[in-house]
């Protein structure tokens, strides 16, 4: 059974920088690639950036620069570095196992995300 948990949500100050990571057990998880979404209150959960089993990487235009993605395959977690966090990063973000061409999740198992809310 696929499980995804979230952590490293929190409150940031425009500007400032904050690392998310997500914890994967029940999958191969070197064999899959990585992905993370965040969703706004009322729309649907859309793709920040991705990993590939191979280390390439992937990340929406709104993002790049600023947030950068990894994985850790000993434990089994991807993280994301987000910095220079604006206003518009506020969000609960996921992470879920990705189809890497076509950059769509794998499984509807979403984890319970974790919240960023970005104010001064």
């Known amino acids: 059974q696929v499980q995804l948990v979230e952590s490293g949500g929190k409150l940031v100050q425009p500007g400032g920088s904050l690392r998310l990571s997500c914890a994967a057990s029940?999958?191969?998880?070197?064999?899959?690639?990585m992905g993370w979404y965040r969703q706004y209150p009322g729309k649907a959960r859309e793709l920040v950036a991705a990993?590939?089993?191979?280390?390439?990487?992937y990340s929406e235009p709104s993002v790049r620069g600023r947030f950068f993605i990894s994985r850790d395959n000993a434990q089994q977690m991807v993280h994301l570095q987000m910095n220079n966090v604006q206003l518009k990063d506020t969000a609960v973000y996921y992470c879920?196992?990705?189809?890497?061409?076509?950059?769509?999740?794998?499984?509807?198992?979403w984890g319970r995300g974790t919240q960023v809310t970005v104010s001064s």
């Open positions: 990993i590939h089993t191979g280390g390439s990487v």
């Open positions: 879920n196992i990705i189809q890497w061409t076509a950059l769509v999740p794998l499984t509807n198992s």
């Open positions: 029940g999958i191969d998880f070197s064999g899959n690639s």
